[in-house]
């Protein structure tokens, strides 16, 4: 991690409104929202997911995408099946726990 990432998650991580510090803010929109089986779909949902990785704030991201629900597109590099497979990590866990 960078001093400037490092910056940008701290900032992040103190501001109410951590959507403004995205990498996503930075590209079209509509990079996060591949539509399966419809030429290029499978490129257009790597390229959202390496947008994802460098991301400030993903962890603020992944966590808002899966209290959400289920949300299409990319959230955090995580698609649709990978945040669904996740949230039932979660919740297992969670019974486990109690």
Do not use: Y
Request: with cysteine.
């Amino acid at each position: 991690m960078t001093a400037i990432t490092r910056r940008l998650t701290t900032v992040a991580a103190n501001s109410s409104n951590w959507r403004e510090f995205a990498s996503c803010s930075q590209v079209d929109p509509d990079l996060h929202f591949p539509t399966p089986h419809t030429p290029g779909w499978k490129r257009q949902m790597r390229l959202a997911k390496q947008v994802c990785m460098g991301c400030p704030v993903r962890q603020h991201c992944l966590k808002w995408a899966l209290d959400a629900g289920p949300l299409v597109g990319i959230w955090a590099g995580l698609s649709v099946s990978e945040r669904r497979e996740l949230r039932g990590a979660r919740t297992a866990e969670g019974v486990r726990a109690a």
